[in-house]
């Protein structure tokens, strides 16, 4: 069931990051607070690690990592636990990698193009989730 949860509060994510490059707190806290409570356990609250890096990341750098991309993150952590967000983090750098090359490479982006993460890790967790 939470896995449910997570895929229809990233796709809502992935509709907002690709319109409007934002994703509001609206999407995000209903969806923290869900999968909070259904996975309180330490196994689960160490999946948070990687978002509270990227939290720490995004301010590091201004805001060039959004900071709801890492709640996201901490969200995916929360469902999935530790090893498993390390996984789907990978995956969707790895998806956002190549898709900036090829917006680099054949559509001439320039190297400042910001691009929607939200999508990357919908399709990421959506493998996984449908993988396993």
Known sequence: MI???IIIGLLVA???DIRK???PLWVTIPLFISVLISRFHV???LGMIPGIVLIAVSIMTRGQIG????FLVICIGLAVGAYRVMGI???ALLLA???SGILIVFLRAGKKKVIPFAPFLLAAYGGV???I
């Open 3 to 5: 896995n449910w949860i």
């Open 14 to 16: 992935s509709i907002w």
């Open 21 to 23: 490059l934002q994703i």
């Open 43 to 45: 196994e689960y609250l």
């Open 67 to 70: 900071m709801a991309d890492a």
């Open 89 to 91: 983090l990978f995956l």
């Open 97 to 99: 990698g190549i898709w």
């Open 129 to 131: 989730f449908f993988a």
